[in-house]
């Protein structure tokens, strides 16, 4: 039987998706995208799901990009099925409705980049290596870099690094807000760990809506989004945990959010 190329490892709904092709530095071809979308379809049922993390399997990369000896003699209309299937398999992964944390230790390039945009949270490696250097191959990102790179580090950075398709470490990737912390490689595990642990102590209705008001509210103007926060928040009084969370406060107690 062949190997699996995304590897599901479940620890009481916190997820840990391994993206398993490290002899290609994980890079994304149509056999990834594939299962890795039908892993993705099977999250999105399920309502005891509390955070995905998501790597590369080794110690060199993350993602190294899309995969070019597949592309390489691809047509115009092969291309853009291909992106077409990638910008539907990362907006899936994406839109979650839990956080979802890229765990970036090594290479996260082209694709690679593309894909931890897509993520909630990017804990990288302190030899971590970022960069859309799709310009270099004669093509521009194609997996949504062109798009979510400014949203997220603002178009001045983002056209400097898809035009020159410069590499960057992990230091600069903090400094302009790419990645949220970086950390030793001997420490990644260990701080993941403790990421998902935090983010599945908490209320898992509050945390889902969080993360819906902050994704449904960025594209939408002030007043509209802010209506969305005050419709969330307004519905958070219906459920059981507000009650629980803010008498445990009362109580001195630790809150005990159940499932
Ligand atoms: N696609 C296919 N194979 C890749 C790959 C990719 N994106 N990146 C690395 N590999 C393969 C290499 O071909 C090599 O395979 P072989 O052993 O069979 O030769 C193996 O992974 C190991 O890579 P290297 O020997 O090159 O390792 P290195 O340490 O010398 O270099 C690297 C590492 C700098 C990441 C280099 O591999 C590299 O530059 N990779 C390509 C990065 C890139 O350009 N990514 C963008 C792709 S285009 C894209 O993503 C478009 C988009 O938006 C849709």
Redesign the pocket.
Same mark, same amino acid.
């Given at each position: 039987m062949s190997e699996k190329l995304i590897d599901v490892v479940d620890n009481a709904g916190v997820v840990r998706l391994t993206i398993n092709r490290p002899?290609?530095?994980n890079?994304?071809?149509s056999a990834v995208l594939t299962e890795l979308e039908a892993v993705l379809s099977e999250l999105e049922q399920r309502s005891d799901l509390r955070a995905v993390l998501i790597t590369g399997a080794g110690e060199?990369?993350f993602?190294?990009?899309?995969?070019?000896? %597949?592309?390489r003699e691809k047509t115009p209309e092969e291309a853009r099925a291909?992106?077409s299937q990638?910008l539907r398999t990362i907006k899936r992964l994406e839109t979650l409705p839990v956080p979802v944390v890229a765990l970036v230790n090594g290479?996260c390039?082209? +694709?690679?980049? %593309?894909l931890a945009l897509a993520c909630d949270w990017a804990v990288a490696s302190d030899n971590a290596?970022f960069?859309?250097? %799709?310009v270099?191959?004669g093509?521009?990102?194609?997996?949504?870099?062109t798009q979510r790179l400014p949203r997220r580090v603002g178009p001045a950075m983002a056209l400097d690094l898809v035009t020159t +398709?410069r590499?960057i470490d992990a230091q600069e990737a903090l400094r302009i807000g790419l990645v949220n912390r970086v950390m030793p490689q001997a420490e990644l595990e260990a701080y993941a760990d403790e990421l998902t642990k935090q983010l599945s102590g908490n209320g898992p209705q509050a945390v889902r809506g969080a993360k819906q008001a902050v994704h449904d509210g960025m594209d939408q103007d002030l007043d509209s989004a802010l209506a969305l926060e005050t419709a969330l928040f307004a519905c958070c009084f219906a459920g059981e945990e507000q009650s629980e969370g803010m008498s445990a406060f009362v109580e001195k107690r630790k809150p005990n959010f159940s499932r």
């Open positions: 002899k290609a530095l890079a994304l071809n060199k990369s993602v190294a990009g899309a995969d070019i000896t %597949e592309m291909f992106a990638a290479f390039l082209g +694709g690679g980049c %593309e290596i960069g859309q250097p %799709e270099l191959l093509v521009i990102p194609g997996f949504g870099g +398709g590499k």
